[in-house]
């Protein structure tokens, strides 16, 4: 029961931290490209895969602890449904162009985020 409480409580943190994220994006940058979702992804990205060094690699850290952050917190944060929403309106939009970006740049950096977080993690 512990696990799903964090899991829950850190949902809650990371949905209103992407909300956030995301208004200061647009605010900042003033575009109609999907810019704050791709950022929380790449950030996201990269921060599970330093936690997963620091919390699984190197250290038996508490269930309760790895639940909060990465499934919690990591899965509150991040959003692929509305990555999905918004490259699918791009789409509705013809804008075939953005949603290539949007699509292409979104695998590309995510997976490119956790790899660095994952190498990053290692070397600290």
Known sequence: MNVTLAVAAGGAL??????????????????????????????????????????????????????????????????FSSFSLE?????AQSDYGRAAVNSAGSLALCLGGTLAGMMIGRQL
Do not use: C, D, K, Q
């Open 14 to 79: 990371g949905s209103v931290l992407r909300y956030w994220f995301s208004r200061l994006t647009h605010a900042v940058v003033a575009t109609t490209f999907p810019l704050g979702t791709l950022l929380v992804n790449v950030l996201g990205s990269f921060a599970i895969g330093l936690l997963y060094v620091w919390l699984v690699e190197r250290s038996a850290a508490r269930a309760e602890l790895r639940a909060f952050l990465m499934v919690g917190v990591l899965g509150g944060f991040t959003t």
């Open 87 to 91: 490259t699918v309106n791009l789409v």
